[in-house]
């Protein structure tokens, strides 16, 4: 696989990323929901700070500290994976397609949350329940914007959950009740790929 294959694959990942969240970001309010598949699959337009465990450091005037760290953090990461792509490009002629397939998912994944934390609190007015963002707002500065998420499947309800894993479901005591967007997705498949099927060229390395 070349740098232009996968620099092309790259730039499609994040194109579509990023039209889906600034569609949701535009064209619905907060906590909406539209149902796409009754029961089990909804759009529902959540945001989400992005700091880690919900992290909020903030000094007198309210700056998030964790989030900027959390930023800082995934930038280094997104770098430090492009670089290995590159390495593993240049260097080994023999990586299989699907390790490389697969980091390319990761950095794509992680470069769509960034741009949301680094961008869209310049490019758009705070979201509200009662109110459409758009373009042209400001609440936020660089690297303090929110991530979109949209991706909701209530697959079942589990009422009476023991609380040690109360993680496992919503507020509505739905099973699998996170909410996630592309990005998210690209990071989580190219993973358990990665762990199953390309275990062996990983444990070489």
């Known amino acids: 696989m ?17 039209v889906l969240k600034i569609w949701v970001k535009t064209h619905m309010h907060l906590d909406e929901a539209i149902i796409v598949f009754p029961d089990w699959f909804q759009l529902r337009f959540i945001e989400n700070n992005g700091a880690a465990f919900g992290m909020h ?9 964790g989030k900027l760290l959390l930023g800082i953090f995934r ?15 240049r260097q080994r002629k023999k990586t299989p397609t699907g390790v490389i397939v ?28 009662y109110s459409v963002a758009r373009f042209g707002g400001h609440y936020a500065g660089f690297m303090m914007g929110k991530v979109v998420d949209m991706f909701y499947f209530p697959l079942f309800q589990w009422n009476n959950v023991p609380r040690f894993l109360r993680f496992l479901v919503d507020s509505n005591n739905y099973f699998f009740g996170a909410i996630f967007n592309l990005a998210d997705a690209y990071i989580s498949v190219a993973v358990v790929y990665l762990l199953l099927f390309q275990y062996k060229f990983l444990d070489k390395q």
């Open 2 to 18: 070349t740098v232009k294959k996968v620099s092309l694959l790259v730039i499609a990942l994040l194109i579509a990323d990023q």
């Open 57 to 65: 450091i903030a000094s007198g005037g309210g700056f998030d500290w």
């Open 75 to 89: 930038i280094v990461l997104a770098g430090g994976i492009a670089w290995l792509i590159g390495r593993l490009l």
């Open 102 to 129: 697969g980091l390319a998912l990761i950095f794509a994944g992680a470069v769509g949350n960034i741009l949301d934390s680094a961008f869209y609190g310049l490019l758009f007015s705070e979201s509200t329940p």
